[in-house]
């Protein structure tokens, strides 16, 4: 059952996908869903298979193949089953963060539902566990070794099988195995089915499409003329290196903060890659393929300053857009460049100038990032890629206004409109007329041309004057102007580490104050488990609310730790900062679910109003809450994404529900109240918990400081896994 609990992610994962190409009218949404079910039957089988494999004989089941492949066959639809459940819970909840939130839920009303009521019988006998436990427990007890003759006479049945089954409620029929096994693939294709409606009627949650208001757009251009007459005067300080030329006073029109033009040059610049397989399988014998080969070249602000100085400096002084929009998905675009601004100008700007600029939309928004911390070069990777031809002007014009304060500004544009070629400075050569001009580019400079001309244009350029002239400018640019000393920061981070603890957490906290999906959700689940059954104060709470924490808390990190990648790079702040921020948000939420669950719980089931007893039961169950958020966070960090993360989280949670057994809790512990054991006499609460179940009160400082070792012993593997493991594919 547990192992269909990965279906949740996998499914969710595929959705957007799916959504784009049914509404494309490429297949119906059963074409989607019927090789996923297909696919998944083989696997079951042999998960199946392998658990049988291991456990069967071992934990001493009826010796007889043919039980032993009747519980094989059990397992195999039980699987089968939860597969196509948590597919459905997908398809309906459309969500990462919500999907395995309802799923826990189900887990924990086919589970440790008990004492129903005769008026809801009904539910006893539509839960598909309960044929999955049937055809476990009558495949096992109607054996022969379980026919000896029923010694007690107030259970009617004629062996102690039977007797078995009986006290614990299940069926007494073998015919009832085969009625399990059928009602779970029933169950099966009734879940297989509500998958495909789901897929053909909902639609996802959210869109993410980049949109332009028009209303907005308007009402700017109507204004354009008066603001480009009537521009805000802001008092400018000096640069360090001053601003020469007749567009001086133009590029600090508007500018808050001082910064020093500076050019880039290069020369000679050779890249690799690793051979691709599908060269090496064609004959290829070079372990890696040269990209780049002796690349030289030299890039200008308006003014001229060298780049000269320690590589770890390169960071602070420029930026890179890149070509995907990478942010947090629940903050403002304000509070994503007041972020950006916090964490990377220096010290002695203060809180007024670092919060002037306000953008709008999203690939307006990844230059803006980079723009609030004031660099002196910026590299953009396609930031006209996924937008239309409007968009994409209105995104130039921002580029272009960029370039226009004196900023070196370098762009990288595939198949760009003429509109947009046109708004750079300088065209190569003459393309004619009615090209695209970079189809023109790859045309003409392919090497299908140059074996049609006979020519090597690399030979051609490096013996033309254009190449002498600007190997000239890259020997220029690269010699540093007399009296200019090397670029130098003090630290490698603009701001100290616990300004940089208190901006990660911040922002957090703004990202998680926005997502009610992800903190709504859990917190009615969590009174649900309160009100649910007696069972919650115990097993479920640890358990069910511990692994609803731990799903959910995945997607989550696993988005932050993309944005993580791109801050990092840009010299935001460190790994341990956004570690140690991440932690503290999850658990002063974790801290407000455990005290809202904690107090519902104790009212409804009379525990001893003793301070004591509630605040070790409160420091459990938080602690218990946490690890297990921290292990869900671990898990994401040590794999390249959640899906995978959740998939061995399904693995370890299993694990950890055998070995733990049915959890009492140590609140219990310390009650002299006397209590009646049949064949013992009277004890107290505390002697029966020691004698009975080996729960000792003295131990319990001894499980406190395991509740807090646990804690540091993930909260350690994820900075770790933060800290030096990168999964990013470039």
Request: hydrophobic share 45%; aromatic share 14%; charged share 15%.
């Amino acid at each position: 059952m547990f192992n269909g609990v990965s279906e949740l992610m996998l499914t969710t994962q595929r959705l957007p996908v799916f959504y784009k190409e049914r509404d494309s009218l490429l297949y119906p949404a059963w074409a989607f869903a019927l090789p996923i079910w297909v696919l998944r039957v083989p696997i079951s089988f042999g998960e199946s298979l392998i658990w049988i494999s291991l456990t069967y004989y071992t934990i001493g089941f009826a010796p007889s193949v043919d039980r032993y492949f009747k519980q094989f066959l059990a397992f195999v639809c039980i699987n089968q089953m939860a597969q196509g459940l948590f597919r459905s819970i997908a398809a309906v909840a459309r969500s990462v963060v919500i999907a395995p939130v309802i799923g826990m839920f189900t887990l924990l009303v086919v589970f440790v539902l008990d004492d129903i009521q005769p008026w809801l019988i009904w539910g006893y006998y539509i839960s598909p566990m309960m044929y999955g436990q049937n055809a476990i427990v009558i495949n096992e007890f109607l054996h022969e070794r379980w026919s000896d003759p029923n010694p007690d006479p107030r259970i009617l049945e004629a062996t102690i099988g039977k007797a078995i089954l009986k006290v614990r409620g299940m069926f007494v029929e073998n015919k009832w195995y085969w009625i399990s096994i059928g009602a779970l693939i029933g169950f099966t294709m009734i879940y297989n089915i509500c998958f495909v409606i789901a897929l053909t009627y909902l639609d996802p949650l959210e869109d993410s499409k980049s949109i332009i208001l028009d209303d907005n757009q308007n009402k700017r251009s109507s204004k354009t003329s008066e603001f480009n007459s009537s521009s805000i005067e802001i008092t400018t300080i000096t640069s360090c290196t001053p601003m020469e030329g007749p567009d001086e006073e133009s590029r600090k029109k508007g500018m808050v903060l001082p910064f020093q033009p500076l050019s880039l040059a290069f020369k000679n610049v050779n890249y690799y890659v690793d051979m691709p397989a599908e060269m090496k399988s064609q004959g290829v014998e070079e372990e890696r393929l040269q990209l780049l080969h002796n690349v030289s070249g030299a890039f200008r602000p308006g003014v001229l300053t060298a780049l000269v100085g320690n590589q770890r400096t390169f960071a602070r002084i420029s930026g890179y857009c890149e070509q995907n929009d990478i942010h947090s998905p629940r903050i403002t675009v304000y509070e994503s460049l007041l972020h950006s601004a916090w964490m990377r100008l220096s010290k002695n700007v203060n809180k007024q100038d670092r919060m002037v600029v306000l953008f709008e939309q999203r690939k307006r928004l990844t230059i803006a990032v980079e723009l609030v911390a004031n660099p002196s070069i910026i590299f953009m990777d396609e930031p006209t890629s996924g937008l239309d031809a409007r968009a994409a002007a209105i995104v130039m014009r921002t580029v272009r206004n960029t370039v226009d304060t004196g900023r070196t500004v370098v762009c990288t544009i595939h198949q760009p409109s003429i509109d947009i070629f046109e708004s750079f400075d300088e065209v190569s050569s003459h393309i004619q007329e009615g090209t695209n001009p970079a189809t023109w580019m790859l045309d003409v400079s392919s090497s299908a041309v140059e074996s049609h001309l006979d020519v090597d244009f690399a030979e051609i350029y490096s013996h033309s004057e254009l190449y002498k002239r600007n190997q000239e400018l890259i020997e220029e640019l690269s010699t540093p102007s007399p009296g200019s000393n090397d670029l130098y920061f003090p630290t490698q981070y603009a701001q100290d580490f616990l300004t940089q603890c208190r901006a990660c957490f911040m922002k957090l906290h703004r990202s998680y104050w926005q997502n009610p999906s992800y903190n709504v959700t859990r917190f009615f689940l969590t009174i649900i488990f309160d009100v649910f059954n007696l069972l919650g104060a115990t097993y479920s709470a640890v358990m069910f609310l511990g692994g609803s924490t731990c799903s959910a808390v995945m997607p989550i990190v696993s988005i932050e730790r993309t944005i993580l990648y791109r801050e990092r790079a840009a010299g935001m702040y460190s790994e341990m900062a956004f570690a140690i921020a991440q932690v503290s948000i999850e658990a002063t939420y974790v801290a407000i679910q455990t005290f809202v669950y904690c107090v519902i719980l104790f009212l409804m089931i009379g525990y001893p109003w003793h301070l004591a007893n509630f605040l070790w039961y409160y420091f459990f169950i938080c602690m218990s809450f946490i690890y297990f958020a921290l292990y869900g966070m671990m898990l994401v960090a040590l794999t390249p994404g959640y899906q995978i993360a959740a998939i061995t989280m399904s693995f370890f949670l299993t694990t950890w529900n055998i070995f733990s057994g049915f959890i009492i809790l140590r609140t219990l512990g310390n009650i002299e109240s006397l209590v009646e054991v049949p064949g013992q006499g009277s004890m107290s609460v505390k002697q029966f918990l020691k004698q009975s179940f080996g729960f000792d009160y003295d131990f319990l400082v001894a499980v406190a400081a395991a509740h807090i070792g646990f804690v540091f012993l993930f909260l350690f593997v994820f900075a770790y896994g933060i800290r030096f493991l990168n999964f990013q594919r470039r």
